[in-house]
C-alpha cells in the first residue's frame, strides 16, 4: 500500500458517489494537531458516513475524547463500495475525515459495534487500512478496540480484536486512554498495554482466553490463559446520566445523514422488562436527565448547529418522568423558530395526549408504535405489557390531535406464535382502521396511511429467549407469505417485512461463538461487505462460507439450548443474572406478565453492581 495523497484523494473524489463522505472539514468538526496529541484515537463507524453520523453513542465519545487536552479523536466511516473499489486500486489507505491520517498512525482504532451485520465492514476496514485483519499477526501498529451493545458478545469478533469495552463508554473511555497514555510513556510493549488494559474492569481482551468445546459443538470451557485476565468480565455502569458528559455542537453533515437532527437522549434504560429486547436487559437501570439540563442541552445544540427538528430519545420516550413539562417547556421556547419536537420509541400505554397535542403545534411527522405480536397472549409471552385498549386509545389520541400516518411494528416467528398471533394482527390493523373513522371528519387529518412491518424475531444474548431457536428461513417466509395474505384482506394497509436471511445471519453472530470468526473472514473473502444495504447483500457469499469452515448456520440460529449449556457470553457479567433470566422464560411459557421494576424491583441481579439500583 502507498502512502496517503491528497492528490490521489482528489482524483479519487471526481469518480465516486457522494465525495462529501469523504472529505470532512464540516461545521463543529474538532481539528487538533495530530502530532501534538499523546493518544490518537480513529473512531470508526463500520457502516456508510450518512449511518454513522446519525448515531449518537459517537458524537458523545467524540466529544469525551476531544476534550482530554492530550487526546484526539477523528472520525472513519466504511467507505462505499464504489469508493472502497477505487482506493485498493490507487493502493490510498483508509484514512480519518479530520486530519485525513492513514489509520494505521493512530495508537487506537476503535470500533462501535451497533449491528451484527456490520462486522464485514469491520475487516474491509482493517484491510483498507492496510492493518493485519487477525490480532495475533498484529506486532505494532494501532490497538484495535471495540464497545458498544454487539460487544456483550464479542466471541465472533475475538480473532480481531485486541480490546472490547463492556459498558456505557462514558464510564471507562477516560480510564481506558489515559492507561494507553501511560504505557506509551512509560514505553511499555504491546503484550505489556494488552495486561495493564485487562486490568481495568470492563476490559476484554479475547487473546488471554481460551475455549474449549465438546464434540457435540458446545461450549465446554471458557478460561482465561493470562493472570491479568479476569475469569469474569464485569460491564461498567454509569450511574448519573444527568451529570454525564454531553456535547454543546454536533458536528453538521454536508451530505443528508438518515437522522440529521438534535438528538436529546432523555433517559438510558428501560425497565419495563420486554422479553425479546436486549437493549431493555442490557442496558437497565434507568437513568434520566433532569428537564434542566435537557433544556440546557437543547439550547447549546440549537445554536451550534441551526437544526429544526429536535428528537428525544431512548428505549422508551413515553416512559419519561417529566415527559410533558419537557415537550411543553421546548415547543414553547421552539416553535417560533419553527423547530419541531419529535417523539421515536413511544410505548403504547405511556403516551401523553397533551405531550402529542403540543408537538403536533409545529409540525406533523408519523407516528410509529410497535405492539409487536397480534394477541394479548403472545404480548404477555414477550411481557409487551400493552393491551389492544392501550394501542386502540393511543392511535384515537393521536388521530384527534392531528396525526393520519402511523407505523405499527411487528415480529414474527416470536416463541410459541402460532397461526393465530399473526391473524391477530390483521385483527388489530383493522381496529386502527376503524379508530380513525371513529374521529369526526372534521378534528382528523385527510389521507390515512398505516403501514405494518413486520420484522422476524433474533433470540438475543441476555435476555429470556436466548436459550430458544430462531424459525428456519422455511417457517419465516411461510410465516410472511401467511401474514400478507392476512393483511390483503384488510383495505388499505402497507405491509412491509425485512429480509429473513438477514435476521438469520444476525442470528448466527449475535449468539455466535469464536467459531464464527472464521465464517466471517470467508464471507468476507467471497466479497460481503455492506451487508446490511440490500442492495449489496449477497447471501450466497454467505452460504458459501459457513460451507467452506464446515459450519451448520442451523447450529447457531435454530438450535435450542438447554437449561445447563455454557453459553459463549457466560464470561460477561451484565447485571442481569442468569437465574432471572430463566426464570423469565418459564414465566413467559405461561404468559405471566412481569411488571416494570420502578414499581418494585423483580431481583434481576443488577443490585450486585455497587450504587446500582440501592433502595
Ligand atoms: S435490580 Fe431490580 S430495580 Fe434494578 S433493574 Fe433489576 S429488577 Fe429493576
Not at 451550534?304 to 415547543?331: F, P, R
Not at 444495504?533 to 454467505?542: L, T, V
Amino acid at each position: 500500500m502507498k502512502e496517503f495523497s491528497e492528490e490521489r484523494l482528489e482524483k479519487l473524489l471526481d469518480n465516486v458517489l457522494k465525495p462529501s463522505r469523504y472529505t470532512g472539514g464540516e461545521m463543529n468538526a474538532v481539528m487538533k494537531p495530530f502530532d501534538q496529541a499523546e493518544i490518537t484515537f480513529a473512531f470508526c463507524f463500520p457502516d456508510s458516513y450518512e449511518v454513522g453520523m446519525s448515531h449518537l453513542g459517537i458524537k458523545i465519545l467524540y466529544d469525551i475524547i476531544n476534550r482530554q487536552p492530550w487526546a484526539l479523536c477523528e472520525r472513519v466511516f466504511t467507505p462505499w463500495p464504489d469508493m472502497a473499489d477505487a482506493m485498493r486500486r490507487e493502493e490510498l489507505p483508509l484514512f480519518s475525515l479530520e486530519s485525513r491520517t492513514p489509520l494505521r498512525q493512530f495508537d487506537i482504532v476503535g470500533f462501535t459495534l451497533q449491528y451484527e451485520m456490520c462486522y464485514t465492514n469491520i475487516l474491509e476496514m482493517l484491510d483498507l487500512a492496510d492493518i493485519p485483519l487477525f490480532s495475533k499477526d498484529r506486532t505494532e501498529g494501532p490497538i484495535i478496540m471495540a464497545g458498544g451493545p454487539c460487544a456483550y458478545n464479542p466471541e465472533p469478533l475475538a480473532p480481531f480484536v485486541d480490546v472490547f469495552q463492556i459498558g456505557d463508554g462514558e464510564e471507562m473511555m477516560v480510564e481506558v486512554i489515559e492507561c494507553m497514555r501511560a504505557c506509551k510513556q512509560a514505553g511499555k510493549t504491546r503484550l505489556e498495554t494488552l495486561r495493564a488494559l485487562a486490568k481495568i474492569e470492563g476490559v476484554y481482551v479475547p487473546a488471554f482466553y481460551e475455549a474449549t468445546y465438546h464434540e457435540d459443538g458446545t461450549l465446554a470451557a471458557f478460561t482465561p490463559t493470562d493472570p491479568a485476565a479476569p475469569a469474569i468480565v464485569r460491564r461498567r455502569v454509569l450511574l448519573n446520566l444527568d451529570s454525564a458528559a454531553y456535547p454543546s455542537a454536533f458536528v453538521v453533515p454536508y451530505t443528508e445523514a438518515i437522522h440529521d437532527r438534535i438528538v436529546l437522549e432523555i433517559m438510558r434504560g428501560c425497565t419495563k422488562g420486554c422479553r425479546f429486547c436486549q437493549a431493555g436487559m442490557l442496558y437497565r437501570p434507568v437513568r434520566e436527565r433532569s428537564v434542566e439540563t435537557l433544556l440546557r442541552q437543547a439550547e447549546e445544540l440549537e445554536n451550534a448547529t441551526g437544526y429544526e427538528e429536535i428528537s428525544l430519545s431512548s428505549l422508551s420516550s413515553g416512559d419519561y418522568t417529566h415527559l410533558t413539562e419537557l415537550v411543553c417547556a421546548l415547543t414553547e421556547r421552539y416553535a417560533e423558530k419553527k423547530v419541531s419536537v419529535s417523539l421515536p420509541s413511544m410505548r403504547l400505554d405511556s403516551i401523553v395526549k397533551q405531550s402529542l397535542e403540543e408537538a403536533q403545534k409545529v409540525r406533523k411527522s408519523g407516528l410509529t408504535l410497535a405492539p409487536e405480536a397480534g394477541t394479548q397472549r403472545l404480548r404477555d409471552v414477550i411481557n409487551k405489557g400493552v393491551t389492544e385498549d392501550d394501542l386502540i386509545r393511543a392511535v384515537t389520541d393521536a388521530f384527534e390531535s392531528g396525526w393520519s400516518t402511523v407505523k405499527l411494528y411487528f415480529m414474527i416467528g416470536l416463541p410459541t406464535e402460532t397461526d393465530e398471533d399473526l391473524q391477530g394482527i390483521g385483527h388489530l390493523a383493522q381496529d386502527v382502521i376503524s379508530a380513525y373513522f371513529s374521529v369526526p371528519r372534521n378534528v382528523r387529518a385527510k389521507g390515512l396511511r398505516i403501514t405494518c412491518s413486520a420484522s422476524t424475531f433474533v433470540p438475543k444474548p441476555f435476555t429470556p429467549f436466548q436459550w430458544q431457536p430462531q424459525d428456519t428461513l422455511p417457517q419465516i417466509k411461510e410465516k410472511q407469505a401467511r401474514l400478507g395474505e392476512i393483511l390483503h384482506q384488510v383495505k388499505g394497509i402497507n405491509f412491509n417485512w425485512h429480509e429473513p436471511e438477514l435476521s438469520m445471519l444476525e442470528a448466527c453472530f449475535s449468539r455466535g461463538d469464536r467459531r464464527m470468526a472464521d465464517v466471517l473472514y470467508a464471507a468476507w473473502k467471497n466479497g460481503c461487505r455492506m451487508d446490511s444495504w440490500s442492495e449489496f447483500m449477497n447471501f450466497e457469499g454467505w452460504l458459501q462460507a459457513f460451507d467452506q469452515c464446515g459450519i451448520d448456520p442451523a447450529f447457531y440460529a435454530n438450535r435450542p439450548r438447554g437449561e445447563k449449556e455454557l453459553l459463549p457470553w457466560d464470561f460477561i457479567d451484565a447485571g442481569v443474572t442468569r437465574a432471572f433470566l430463566w426464570r423469565e422464560w418459564q414465566r413467559a411459557q405461561r404468559a405471566e406478565v412481569t411488571p416494570d421494576c420502578r414499581l418494585g424491583c423483580q431481583g434481576c441481579g443488577l443490585r450486585r453492581f455497587e450504587g446500582v439500583c440501592a433502595e
